[in-house]
């Protein structure tokens, strides 16, 4: 019993490990191109890491083509889709999970339905209605787009985390003459800050890494996200390995951040925020 409870504790390690090496393979060859001259790229064939390495590519992307700018748009944009998805989807995850009213399986139905439909399929009708406002080709209109797009999933997401939370907490706020709004955002709000942490990572990532209609709804380099902004390294000819890995690993630096920022967030505020005796 002890050989085969031990055989299937190495055989479960060696699983992760497995899994946990084949999500970060395409990191690790990302990082190995983009330190790889131009001329070992191919005359080496496939190796683990190259002879010779070179910083060249990164130098190249960031003082000699429009990847800062890229880069900016899609913070600007990215950021903001968070920050406001996030607040919209914390009222309508506390509505959904605290009150109940006539309708509110159909508007839950009506949120999930808007997931089913595929993006390629919404990408004329959203430009037919956004060209008359003049939001196309616009950091705007992308950040109003994404917005609508994120908030049914991080409301749902939201209502989880609320539903998580005992209703007794608000309701002794409120009878010791807090209103409904004073009891979610000092009583409710602080003990799902893991969950605003939770979406605020999903929405950032979803809206960094989006290209349909960033590709579709930006017609200039100008206001060109990050995932828009690598194809300029695709000529008609050739691509430029090379400097769209070095674009790649640069665009890994802000989500990382990102998450190290937040994630002291995923794991505290259980206890915050409860009142006391």
């Known amino acids: 019993m002890t050989a085969t409870r031990l055989f299937g504790t190495l055989a479960h390690r060696a699983a992760i490990l497995c899994f946990i090496a084949f999500a970060l393979f395409p990191l690790y060859w990302l990082l190995k191109v983009s330190v790889t ?100 080709n616009s950091l705007t ?38 209103d409904r709004f004073t009891a979610f955002r000092h009583i409710i709000l602080p003990l799902a800050l893991p969950g605003v942490a939770a979406t605020l990572g999903f929405v950032f990532t979803a809206a960094w890494s989006e290209m349909i209609f960033a590709l579709m709804l930006i017609s200039g380099s100008e206001k060109a996200t990050f995932p828009v902004g690598l194809l300029t390294f695709v000529s008609k000819f050739s691509v430029d390995y090379g400097q769209m890995m070095a674009a790649g690993v640069l665009a890994l630096i802000p989500a990382c951040l990102f998450f190290l920022l937040i994630q002291r967030y995923l794991v505290q505020g259980m206890t915050a925020g409860a009142v006391k005796g």
């Open 37 to 136: 001259p131009n001329d070992l790229l191919y005359s080496e064939g496939v190796r683990m890491w190259p002879s010779r390495t070179t910083l060249d590519h990164f130098r190249f992307v960031l003082a000699n083509s429009e990847f800062p700018r890229f880069f900016a748009n899609s913070l600007i944009v990215s950021g903001t889709t968070a920050l406001i998805s996030t607040a919209l989807a914390a009222l309508m995850g506390y509505a959904l999970s605290r009150f109940q009213f006539r309708g509110k399986l159909w508007l839950a139905g009506l949120l999930l339905v808007t997931q089913m439909f595929p993006l390629v399929m919404l990408v004329a009708p959203i430009f037919k209605i956004l060209s008359p406002l003049g939001l196309t």
């Open 141 to 178: 209109g992308l950040v109003i787009v994404y917005t609508a797009f994120n908030v049914p999933f991080a409301s749902f997401l939201m209502q989880g985390f609320f539903d998580g939370i005992p209703s007794d907490l608000e309701q002794a706020a409120m009878i010791d003459g807090a």
